[in-house]
């Protein structure tokens, strides 16, 4: 499973730990060494990396340490927050932790947001995923930072990526004039994945960790799924994609027969399809029908990874302004 290379920084504010401090674990000042903290202003701890709205502003984190073969847990689901421009987890139940300078490695796994994380260990994670139009669960990149690392006892860097995969419609139509497509819906003809738990399962004695999948479909669903209106300018011939989207399950058990039904220029048009990709976390799937004829004709899916935008004046879980974005 390919994850991307969006960066968004996980200031857990760890500190380093003597090994003559075992207690120092759960918290409480180490005593006998001068306490390294990270903060936003001091380190620009994130790369105000775009995440949509809401696409999120927390996450949690399952951590642990291992010294001589011998794990122990760090952080137990910790919920980390971004709040006043910092990511902090400190609350009365979850105390500041702190580097164990001879812990021979930390092993991190998270999953955003917080409320979609049904189950986080270091052995694997489980996330619940509902088909819809606004937003996907995310996971991040599994995580070994060494104490051999130039990264030990600094800010934890975590990547992440999408679980669901997303689904567009574009349309061809090159016309004298203005045309434009509206009631557009894609409607399985048998239902479909609707919800499931995604699990995610890490093995850490790789170089690096590897992770494997697997769904559990809990719901199906034959529901349509209706995109935005789209307007095709005159002349125009490339094929022009609805604003809309689907954030759906991957690897559902799609059936391969569709239909897509529209209205274009006022006229009811539906013709059957074949849906023959098996969706895949983290894609999009941009369907692309031709409307040269009385009906509709699926001439090619576009399939590509899902991507973050980079952009430099964006809070997580903010809006944007569009400006000096890449892709």
């Known amino acids: 499973m390919k994850l991307l290379n969006t960066v968004i920084t996980f200031s857990t504010l760890l500190l380093l730990y003597s090994c003559t401090n075992v207690d120092e674990l759960s918290g409480g000042e180490a005593s006998g060494e001068s306490p390294v903290l990270f903060s936003a202003e001091a380190t620009s701890p994130f790369s105000r990396a775009y995440i949509p709205t809401g696409m999120y502003d927390n996450f949690k984190v399952f951590t642990t340490s291992e010294k001589d073969g011998v794990t122990t847990v760090v952080m137990n689901g910790y919920g980390v927050k971004y709040i006043a421009g910092n990511w902090t987890y400190i609350t009365d139940s979850q105390p500041l932790m702190y ?114 999948t697997s769904i559990n479909a809990t719901a199906t669903s034959s529901d349509s799924f209706s995109f935005d209106d789209v307007t095709i300018p005159a002349g125009c011939s490339d094929a022009v994609i609805s604003a809309s989207r689907y954030y759906c399950v991957p690897d559902a058990n799609n059936p391969a027969d569709w239909t897509v039904s529209l209205y274009f220029d006022g006229v009811l048009k539906s013709a059957p399809f074949q849906n023959n990709y098996e969706w895949e976390s983290g894609k999009h799937y941009i369907y692309i029908f031709a409307l040269d004829q009385k009906t509709p004709k699926l001439v090619t899916v576009i399939s590509q990874d899902m991507t973050y935008f980079d952009c430099t004046d964006i809070i997580p879980g903010d809006n944007f302004s569009g400006e000096d974005m890449t892709e």
């Open 99 to 212: 580097w164990d300078s001879t812990a021979d490695r930390y092993l991190f796994t998270a999953g955003a947001p917080i409320s979609a994380v049904s189950a986080i260990s270091s052995e694997a994670m489980t996330l619940q995923l509902t088909n819809n139009t606004t937003e996907s669960a995310m996971a991040s990149e599994p995580l070994v930072v060494a104490r051999s690392s130039a990264d030990f006892g600094k800010t934890v860097n975590l990547r992440f990526r999408y679980a669901h995969c997303q689904v567009s419609v574009a349309f061809l139509k090159n016309a004298p004039q203005v045309a434009s497509v509206t009631g557009i819906t894609l409607t399985p003809d048998s239902p479909i994945t609707s919800k499931a738990d995604l699990t995610y399962y890490y093995d850490w004695n790789t170089p690096t960790p590897a992770v494997t």
